[in-house]
């Protein structure tokens, strides 16, 4: 598959007359329902992704009007806002999900093909990466700043300022999520594998460094994984599907090359069975950024009101499932203060306050 590092003509030109505000511009606040509800404004627009800085600044993606803003959650104000394309040119970045590291924002703009990269705080367009045919789900930057991995049909290895593509990874597989654990040592795509009779979800996980497969795991479910993440201080890997949550002990291991490669490390993974799941309820739509790993061993997910739902159905686990339960949610981000930012289809940004784990 052909890919375009070059910048479109087009997004050059809106790019160099940004809309950028130069002064806050106050968000109409309403009513925040529920009892972990604690903010809740009303967008201009159709919020899609999210990100929240160390400084505590809120990124959002809005598909309209194809734009990125920064919300002081603080001020409850827009303080910039960067127009990334032009609603004339009938464009279709779907900001899928936003990703920061490194002083950049990278946002996957979905059936758009493409990854936009800005630079923070000023949300200058520092790149973009074009993949053609390719819907891009994901853009997730290396926490160790070797790479950016973007999940398009393939998992797609670029260098870490998006200029030339290093190879691609997921063979044989059809990815559907990926992560790192927090070092960035270990890359963990998952993904549908076919068989004889039928499609099985399985990980397959990387060394980061030199992008070699160590391990290839069922995860024993013909579900499709939409979101995946490591929790409980990088010693599970959780797989997220519509209805369905489980864990997989999944640790990072750092061990001694043999005496002819003195000094080099090389990665392995500590891996154990699937041994835990539970139902789920997903809103429907939701993208990739529906649920996260929160402080200890907690996982949060947001969940629309449905009659399912229930405890892990294996004792021995890792981690502990919070809900923001009975809501309408896109995706959402953790705060530096240990809330909830969360985006939602009918146009509101709301902060919520850390759910209680499931009992």
């Not at 670029?158 to 030339?164: I, L, Q, W, Y």
């Not at 949550?245 to 990072?252: I, M, S, Y």
């Not at 949060?300 to 449905?306: I, L, N, W, Y």
């Amino acid at each position: 598959m052909k890919t375009n590092l070059q910048y479109r003509p087009l997004v050059l030109l809106v790019c160099a007359l940004f809309a950028q505000l130069s002064s806050a511009a106050a968000l109409e606040e309403v009513v925040a329902r529920g009892r972990l509800a604690e903010k809740r404004w009303k967008l201009t627009g159709t919020p899609r992704g999210i990100a929240v800085a160390p400084d505590g600044t809120l990124y959002v993606g809005l598909a309209t009007p194809q734009s990125v803003v920064a919300v002081d959650a603080a001020k409850g104000a827009i303080v910039r806002e960067a127009v990334i394309d032009s609603a004339e040119s009938a464009s279709t970045k779907d900001f899928a999900t936003l990703r920061i590291a490194h002083g950049r924002l990278y946002i996957a703009q979905g059936s758009d093909e493409s990854v936009t990269i800005l630079a923070l705080p000023s949300l200058d367009v520092a790149r973009e990466i074009l993949l053609e045919g390719e819907s891009i789900r994901d853009a997730l930057p290396d926490p160790a700043g070797r790479h950016l991995y973007v999940l398009g049909r393939n998992v797609h290895v670029f260098d870490a300022a998006g200029e030339r593509e290093i190879r691609a990874l997921g063979e044989n597989v059809e990815p559907t999520a990926l992560t790192t654990d927090a070092r960035g040592r270990i890359l963990a795509v998952v993904g549908l594998q076919s068989f004889p009779n039928g499609k099985v979800s399985i990980a397959l996980f990387y060394d980061a460094a030199t992008l070699r497969e160590i391990a290839r795991v069922p995860l024993q479910t013909e579900r499709e994984i939409v979101s995946t993440f490591f929790a409980a201080d990088d010693r599970v890997l959780v797989a997220v599907a519509n209805d369905w949550l489980a864990e997989a002990p999944a640790a990072p291991r750092e061990t001694k090359q043999p005496k002819s490669d003195i000094g080099a490390i090389r990665m392995t993974i500590e891996l154990g069975d699937l041994v835990s799941s539970e139902t789920i309820c997903l809103p429907a739509g939701a993208g990739p950024q529906i649920a996260g790993p929160a402080a200890g061993a907690l996982v949060v997910v947001a969940e629309k009101r449905c009659a399912a739902g229930g405890a892990f159905t294996a004792a021995k686990r890792k981690t502990r499932v919070a809900s923001l339960y009975g809501i309408s949610a896109y995706a959402m981000a953790p705060t530096p203060d240990g809330r909830w930012a969360v985006t939602d289809p009918e146009g509101f940004l709301t902060i919520y306050k850390q759910p209680a784990p499931k009992e």
